[in-house]
């Protein structure tokens, strides 16, 4: 039988996983419903709409990865110290482009160059760090989807890709359902693929970095403003 | 025959669930651009309304289809949640091409 010992450790108040899993998800789909919606009157409205665009993304990354620190101890996983990397390569690309774009210098390129490749190291820093929470949870990860509503992400993933440069180009945001289904397959049916987790933040990767970029500008100082 | 009127999978439940974000981003989306819509670029405010209700319109529409297809959903609302949803995919993305169909 066993005896009850009381424990020396003194009692930590703790968020549980499974709260701070939820507002990852909630935050989640804020951010992508606002960032749809157009904002009001310069400049209050921009302000408002990209705070809290912005705001609903970082705090939604921090709460999934807060999750699953929580859950697994501590993501000391290969996978996890890749994730970490190209995040890192993510915002140096950023910086560097902060820095290098002053008012009067002439490059070659334009920003959204490394705008766009900021965007890609986001997305696989992103798919990842999933990657490295399904092999926490122990799970079998596979490339192709295992469920059909992740079959069906994968479909939407790439009709936004061919939309994008076609013309009709205008009806991308349309594939946006490519998120929701993978959230839906990875959440509720246990879709443990990686093009689910590609479906999940290739086009949310590129949206929150691209306003994210608005977001500065919006206090940076322009000449002639 | 007993008809099911709330969602029976999950898949139904996330479609209802971005059905619903569908009507509140329409109606906000409305409600801030109602003050543009007497100026010249009144096209483009037809863009904007398309644009904030057609993500989450698609969603419902397509996980909607994903239950009755594939998970056994028959339920009444999963029904008319999914053709409403598709209906409001279907307008907002005509609002959004006629506004760029002149420059094609």
């Not at chain 1, 904002?39 to 999934?64: D, K, M, Q, R």
Request: glycine fraction near 6%; proline fraction near 6%; charged fraction near 5%.
């Amino acid at each position: 039988m066993a005896i009850p010992i009381s424990s020396p450790i003194a009692h930590r108040p703790a968020l549980p996983v499974v709260w701070l899993s939820r507002t990852a998800v909630v935050l989640f789909i804020v951010a992508m419903t606002v960032a749809s919606i157009p904002f009001g009157e310069p400049p209050t409205g921009e302000v408002i709409w990209a705070t809290v665009v912005v705001g609903s993304f970082v705090l939604s990354a921090a709460t999934g990865i807060a999750a699953q620190v929580r859950k697994h101890r501590v993501a000391r996983t290969r996978l996890g110290y890749w994730a970490l990397a190209f995040f890192i390569l993510s915002a140096a690309i950023m910086a560097a482009a902060q820095v290098l774009f002053t008012p009067g210098a002439q490059l070659p390129v334009t920003p959204d160059v490394f705008i766009s490749t900021a965007t890609y190291a986001l997305t696989v820093s992103a798919v990842l760090f999933i990657l490295a929470a399904f092999r926490a949870d122990g799970e079998t990860i596979r490339f192709l989807p295992t469920t059909p509503v992740g079959w069906w992400a994968a479909v939407f993933l790439v009709v936004g890709l061919v939309l994008a440069y076609s013309p009709w180009a205008v009806l991308t945001p349309a594939a946006g359902a490519a998120p929701a289904l993978a959230l839906a397959g990875i959440i509720s049916y246990r879709d443990r693929s990686v093009l689910a987790a590609i479906a999940l933040v290739a086009g949310p990767a590129q949206l929150a970095l691209f306003i994210f970029t608005f977001f500065i500008n919006l206090f940076v100082l322009h000449p002639g403003a | 025959m007993s008809l099911a009127i709330t969602p029976r999978s999950a898949a139904g439940r996330w479609s209802l669930l971005f059905a619903g974000i569908t009507v509140l981003a329409a109606l906000v989306a409305w409600i801030i651009l109602l003050p543009m819509m007497d100026v010249p670029s009144a096209a483009w405010v037809w863009h904007a309304l398309g644009q904030a209700c057609v993500g989450p319109a698609a969603s419902a529409t397509a996980l909607g289809l994903v239950g009755i297809i594939h998970y056994r959903e028959r339920s009444v609302l999963t029904w008319a949640t999914t053709t409403g949803a598709f209906a409001a995919a279907v307008a907002a993305g005509v609002m959004m091409y006629s506004a760029v169909a002149q420059y094609q």
